[in-house]
């Protein structure tokens, strides 16, 4: 087996070496009654041919976003990454490192970690960030605990344009520590006011901007809400891209920011692993969960970087600790932060571009369909149509003609009657003019 | 005159009048090691004795520091924000922790006056 | 004669600045269209300011990572005997693999129809896990290990509450590692430690002592962070279940025992499994992990959305409670859990196989044991009998030293060998926890005891400064974290006026 170096020869010395005769002698503590004999029934090993023909062959049954034009978000989204990011992401000092606790030998690590950390709160226009949590989703979650720690009150708001996602995670982990969430209804028109839910026990209110259904909107008079309760705005940003067009959360009011950082580095992949991103003002530090890259000097005075704040975290603080999150998403931190780098501002900004003239012509196009109608006013690459049937099913038809035309509101949301005819329609820099104008020709069929 | 006495937890209370200031002792900073961060409580925090009532933080842990007596907060001390290294240069003089209203003067009759606070610090070797 | 280079390289290790400083405004290493025109809907909400990122070439950007890569230490360039942390080789056919065309470009919210494949993928990974673990259920979205602990608890909630019989305390070992007991308070439960015996396994009396019908489960690592089998464990599963609790526990150590011992035959309830562990994939410098959590038949009802359902004509996707027939407990992730990292298991898995999976737990247990054999004269180790995948040592032969765990831990650095873990677990002064895995060779663990032999040797003498200011060959000697704590610089701030 290639992946084992000790040779039989090696192994009869070892055993010497160690004074048994056979590697059994070695698990006497385990009850005999449960140790297996031989192995499980599983198939046995396999060399990198067979194992490529078979999971080549699970590949060959679906189909892939690059094979037919893609124009899917909710959370998700298709960008194009540079070549050399590739390359560089599984460099074996990167790829096969492990967390960075011995900094001496990790300064690669804790370098671009302290860049990252930079570039999220810059673009979120926070104080601060940390190093990465699992997701989105789980973000919004350790947001909401956050903001809880902080106000010392366990009430939370969440917006109906939340992603469901997001929002399922936060609720389902509320359940488990008595603590009380509100959830508006899916505001597919973005017409909510939180404002009004507000009391002096509410921690924090929980926004998507934009939101999930697509529109931008100016947190501003939302922040002032909350602060003159003393509750704090949480802002979730699910499409990172849309933070080089859009006003940051930071500079509309916000004090913690999280988000997904997918769109940057990482391909879709299915679902997963993803990044989440976690930033925040500077007051509020302590209360921040996950890892953080912090600047100091070595004994010879040279700049370098260390794990710092740690006593926030599990390995120290035990069950006082500010989350238990230990692995988090390194490696999809450095694809992100090494796109990021790629493209500048210039870049980034032009990128960001790029995706709203996409989306702004393809609803345009889209629009002019009978019986479609665009529901939204405003949005960055993302929009909701409202169809003449039930989207699932337009959905199903499209992806019969060769075409990934959008999420149904339906798979997402459940039993929501009215919205079960809204179609969640998203479009990057990689849709070209003729998969824009494939998508307007099928979808005009199917209805 | 202040009357001084010491807890198992290695805390310090010195009170003067209605006044008790809490810290740590020199033997407690130097197990510690070089401290980092001190979480103080904020004025008109109840506390109960053997309650927590601050957390001392060094790189590597971060240690409760409970309540000596009964009574309530009526000062952190804000220098330690700013520079917690005080707490290992002057554990028993600027690197109080808080200062507090004394509930129950009968419970410092419960705590170690300073020979037999040595004792016991010499007998843990 | 100067010594100092005039840069502050040293050959090829280059003194690299941040991004930040390196910045030509304007500049980018993409070159990207010029966007058409087309109606603005951002609602007057455009960023106005500038976000204040730097501006790079392709060229320097490779340039940036590539001289940032050479400053790590990896597993592809060394030997990483960190316990608990399985740090085996990490095949690249499992890279090529995750991406694939197919799998790597799909959406997780493409209609169920297009992706029969990955569902299927999921579907034999999960029959892998539970196969090998020898339970009924599995739930796959748990993003790592903690994650997955997290998974198991609430699970286990769900179950009591269901019963009507909701409970308060979790009892966890002294031993375990953090993330026990902080996954033990973000379920709202109370924690309690229990004592290991002498025998540095949990104390079985103490555990039946603590058990009542108050506790709502008992955490447990098995083969335990001392590196032991839990020999006591059929008693141990039997008293938590007669006191009507459940038996989790953290597979952390999984590698010991893969393919000879199923943790269903323990009785265990749940147990999360750490793929990037147990099953190869990479660590990534923290990440991304995937903590898949297995489960008993009194736990399946409640494993979280969402889940694969093999219908018998195609696979399903059960993507809220109000499509399942059984009872989960809710939502622990966004999309359907870490697919990247399920691939590069399962193409590890099919690597391997089953007779491959049986002989690497045998060739970790080999190897921790052979380094315990050549090393116990030389270090104290901690508990007497053999040891599972990973050897625990203590600080006493430093005892005559002024060498701490610490010390010698970064003396081993300038040998260019990665240090094992220290001061963990806790029940032992000054820990050092080596967990060399199968995928070391002998001549490499010949090597490495060389090494530690002769620190240990090196440390009886009078040579403390040598070990007080180690490392000196690495890219940055000692950093001072008392600093970084103190006054945290956590992202690079423009100069004043700049």
């Given at each position: 087996m290639r992946y084992l170096p000790l040779s039989e020869p090696d192994r009869q010395e070892m055993l010497k070496t160690i004074g048994v005769s056979a590697v059994d002698d070695l698990f006497k503590d385990v009850p005999r009654s449960v140790l297996l004999d031989k192995p499980v029934d599983l198939p046995a090993t396999a060399g990198e041919m067979a194992v490529e023909q078979t999971i080549g062959a699970l590949a060959g049954k679906n189909t892939g976003t690059s094979a037919v034009p893609s124009f899917l978000g909710v959370g998700a989204y298709r960008h194009h990454v540079p070549s050399a990011i590739d390359y560089l992401v599984q460099r074996g000092e990167f790829l096969t490192s492990y967390t960075p606790y011995q900094p001496e030998i990790s300064q690669g690590t804790l370098q671009y970690l302290f860049e990252f950390q930079t570039q999220v709160a810059l673009l979120t226009g926070m104080e601060v960030a940390n190093a990465s949590l699992y997701d989105g989703a789980t973000a919004v979650a350790e947001a909401m605990l956050m903001a809880s720690r902080i106000t010392k009150r366990n009430k939370a708001i969440l917006s109906g344009g939340l992603h469901p996602h997001y929002r399922d995670v936060a609720v389902n982990q509320a359940k488990f520590m008595d603590f009380q969430v509100t959830c508006a209804d899916p505001d597919p028109l973005a017409t909510e006011d939180l404002s009004a839910l507000i009391d002096n026990e509410t921690a924090c209110v929980i926004v998507q901007n934009p939101g999930f259904f697509g529109q931008v909107r100016d947190l501003s008079a939302l922040s002032e809400a909350c602060h003159e309760a003393g509750a704090l705005l949480v802002v979730a940003v699910a499409e990172v891209v849309s933070l080089g067009a859009i006003k940051s959360p930071g500079a509309m009011g916000a004090d913690i920011v999280i988000g997904e950082g997918q769109s940057l580095g990482n391909g879709l992949s299915f679902g997963g692993p993803y990044l989440g991103l976690m930033a925040c003002r500077q007051k509020f530090l302590r209360q921040m969960p996950g890892r953080l890259a912090g600047e100091t000097v070595d004994v010879e005075g040279r700049r370098g970087w260390v794990l710092t704040l740690s006593t926030r975290e599990q390995h120290i603080r035990r069950e006082k600790a500010t989350s238990n999150i230990c692995t988090n998403s390194g490696l999809c931190a450095l694809a992100f932060t090494m796109h990021l780098t790629m493209l500048g501002e210039a870049g980034f900004t032009r990128l960001a571009k790029l995706n709203h003239v996409a989306a702004s012509k393809l609803a345009d196009r889209l629009a002019t369909i009978e019986g479609v109608e665009l529901v939204n006013d405003t949005f960055f690459n993302e929009f909701t149509l409202r169809l003449p049937k039930a989207a699932n099913e337009v959905v199903e038809a499209l992806a019969e003609k060769g075409i990934l035309g959008g999420v149904p509101v339906s798979r997402l949301h459940q039993g929501v009657g009215d919205l079960g005819n809204l179609l969640l329609v998203a479009a990057t820099e990689l849709n070209t003019d003729d998969q824009a104008e494939a998508f307007q020709t099928a979808l005009k069929e199917v209805l | 005159m202040a009357t001084v006495r010491f807890t198992k937890d290695h805390e310090w209370v010195s009170v003067e009048g209605d006044v008790a200031t809490v810290g740590i002792t020199e033997y407690a900073q130097n197990q510690l090691g070089d401290i980092v961060y001190v979480e103080v409580p904020e004025a008109g925090r109840a506390v109960d004795q053997g309650g927590e009532a601050a957390v001392v933080e060094s790189v590597k842990a971060a240690s409760e520091i409970y309540a000596p007596i009964s009574g309530e907060v009526t000062e952190g001390n804000g220098s330690l924000e700013d520079d917690p290294s005080l707490v290992n240069s002057a554990a028993e003089g600027d690197g109080w922790f808080f200062k507090m209203t004394v509930g129950d003067a009968s419970q410092l009759d419960d705590l170690m006056d300073e020979t037999a606070y040595k004792a016991y610090v010499a007998e843990l070797g | 004669m100067p010594t100092r280079t005039i840069l502050g390289n040293r050959g090829l290790q280059i003194e690299e600045p941040l991004i930040f400083e390196q910045d030509t405004p304007g500049m980018s290493g993409c070159d990207l269209p010029e966007p058409e025109e087309a109606t603005n809907r951002l609602g007057g909400l455009a960023r106005e300011e500038a976000i204040g990122l730097p501006g790079l070439s392709e060229p320097q950007v490779v340039r940036h990572y590539t001289r940032l890569s050479q400053k790590n230490y990896a597993i592809d360039a060394g030997v990483y005997p960190l316990g608990s942390c399985t740090m085996k080789h990490n095949p690249r056919l499992n890279e090529k693999m995750a991406r694939l065309p197919g799998l790597g470009d799909l959406h997780p919210m493409q209609p169920v129809s297009t992706v029969q494949g990955a569902l299927e993928l999921m579907d034999v990974l999960g029959h892998w896990l539970k196969t090998l673990t020898g339970m009924p259920a599995v739930a796959l979205s748990p993003a790592a290990g903690a994650h997955g602990e997290l998974c198991g608890l609430m699970a286990v909630r769900a179950a009591l509450e269901d019963r009507g019989n909701a409970r308060k305390v979790v009892l966890v070992p002294d031993s375990a590692h953090g993330t026990n007991p902080a996954t033990a308070t973000l379920c709202g439960y109370a924690v309690q430690s229990i004592p290991a015996n002498a025998r540095g396994r949990v104390d079985l009396d103490a555990l039946k002592a603590a058990?009542?019908?108050?506790?709502a489960c008992f955490m447990l690592t098995n083969p335990n962070t001392c590196g032991l089998f839990e020999d006591e464990i059929l008693e141990i599963a039997d008293a938590v279940h007669d006191a009507g609790a459940f038996f989790y526990c953290?597979?952390?150590?999984f590698n010991a025992i893969?393919?000879?011992?199923?943790p269903g035959d323990l009785g265990i309830d749940c147990m999360h499994i750490n793929l990037h562990k147990t099953f190869s994939t990479p660590h990534g410098g923290g990440g991304p992990g995937s903590g898949p959590t297995v489960f008993s038949e009194a736990l399946a009802p409640f494993v979280p959305v969402p889940y694969v359902v093999d219908t018998g004509d195609g696979f399903a996707l059960v993507e809220s409670p109000a499509q399942s027939d059984q009872k989960p407990f809710g939502r622990m992730k966004g999309f359907h859990g870490q697919f990247g990292v399920f691939v590069r298991a399962l193409s590890y898995m099919l690597s391997m196989g089953s007779d491959g999976l049986r002989q690497a737990s045998a060739d970790a247990v080999l190897n921790a044991n052979y380094i315990a054999a050549k090393l116990n004269d030389v270090l104290t180790q901690s508990f007497e009998g053999p040891c599972m995948h990973e050897v625990l040592f203590d600080d006493r032969f430093l005892k005559?030293?002024?060498?701490?765990t610490l010390d010698f831990a970064k003396a081993m650095i300038d040998d260019g060998v990665h240090p094992m873990t220290m001061y963990f677990p806790l029940v032992v002064h000054g820990a050092l926890l080596m967990e060399p895995t199968e995928t070391e060779s002998k001549l490499g663990l010949d090597q490495f005891v060389e090494l530690v032999r002769g620190l240990a040797d090196r440390a009886q003498g009078d040579n403390e400064k040598y070990f007080k200011e180690a490392p000196r060959m690495t890219p940055r000697r000692r950093l001072d974290e008392t600093a970084a704590a103190r006054k945290p610089v956590l992202r690079w701030v423009p100069e004043a006026g700049g």
């Open positions: - | - | 058990l009542n019908d108050d506790v953290d597979g952390a150590n893969v393919g000879r011992v199923r005559d030293t002024d060498v701490t």
